[in-house]
């Protein structure tokens, strides 16, 4: 397994963290002789969804579901559209983003433009923490040298995606979304096709992102442009 300590939560919600990451060849004993190595204010375990005996064992041991994390990758082709797709699409701009679309995104970000993450939907976390949790997540991709770029519908900003080099040939989509204002305009498939559409702009084989299941549209949106399933975790957590 892979124990993790998220000392950046500490900044970004205000607690002692660990995240773990459940590998194949673990078992519930060995969740229980390493329990103490990362016991936590708040702990999150990942675990592969067909390792059920661990799901079950993490349950009797206080842990509650939260979601399924499922990650995808695009092999760096533009997908084949349909005329509507293409007509939605191509309402949309996608520019790189400058200090100006940055401050707005903060903005977004601090009228809570997310809602279905696992901290948004924690009851014992408040909106200010899950806001709070985006802008250092943001933060920490500009101090990366990520690239930023934002999506515009009749010359007003309607949503922004980040992508981050990985390895050589490879980036990550690492952030998204569509702004308020526009969450009722279907834009979010917009939003998909030019992440792609970008990274082969900078000439990488493979595009890398994650999706909840929270994000009730994110799957089809995924599969409709191209992405490929890679990996599904589902994901516990306590407080302590």
Sequence with gaps: MKITHAIWEMRNLGVDAYEVEVEVNDTPETLKEKSHLFKSEYTVIKVPATMMDISFYLQS???????ALTSCYHTGQLP????????????ISCLEMNSSGYEYMLSE??????QDDRISIDPNFTEE?????YLGWVSDELDRKSHFY??????????????????????LASLGGIYPNYQKYGFGLSLNYYEIYEGIRQEVRKIETSFSSNNRGASSLHLSVGYILKEQYYVFIRHN
Excluded: H, W
């Excluded at 041991?61 to 979601?67: K, P, R």
């Excluded at 084949?80 to 309402?91: A, E, F």
């Excluded at 519908?153 to 080099?165: D, E």
């Design 129 to 133: 923490q899950s806001n709070k949790r």
């Design 109 to 114: 970000i601090k009228g809570g433009m997310f």
């Design 80 to 91: 084949i559209i349909s005329s509507l797709q293409k007509r939605m699409i191509d309402s």
């Design 150 to 171: 934002e999506l515009t519908y009749k010359n007003n900003r309607a949503g922004f995606f980040i992508l981050r080099n990985q390895e050589p040939g490879v980036c």
């Design 61 to 67: 041991q206080g842990y509650l579901f939260i979601e």
